[in-house]
């Protein structure tokens, strides 16, 4: 079992930054995809950025070149560091990682994008 906790969501001007982080604890072995999805008012929950295998990265085209997303195995924890931010990026956003087959996810932490 996994558990994840995010932080670092909050409320920024556009053209700013932020940084998210989703701390795992329980059983770590095993994870080999890492990834943050956000979900928008009325929207679907979409795919932001995924880490397969601690090496391969791929992003959402609307965040490429922007968002930039990473881990630290010795802490557990992955990161979405997040430049230029759009309104339009506004959402809340989800840590997801993949163990063995399970999906699991964090409780989620929004980010607000003021113009």
């Known amino acids: 079992q996994v558990h994840l906790v995010e932080s670092g969501g909050g409320l920024v001007q556009a053209g700013g930054s932020l940084r998210l982080s989703c701390a795992a604890s329980g059983v770590i072995a095993g994870i080999n995809v890492k990834a943050w999805y956000r979900q928008a008012p009325g929207k679907e929950r979409e795919l932001v950025a995924r880490l397969t295998g601690g090496i391969n990265t791929n992003y959402a085209d609307s965040v490429k070149g922007r968002f930039t997303i990473s881990g630290d195995n010795a802490k557990n924890t992955v990161y979405l560091q997040m430049s230029s931010l759009k309104p339009e990026d506004t959402a809340v956003y989800y840590c997801?990682?993949?163990?063995?087959?399970?999906?699991?996810w964090g409780q989620g932490t929004q980010v607000t994008v003021s113009s």
């Open positions: 997801y990682l993949r163990q063995f087959g399970n999906d699991y």
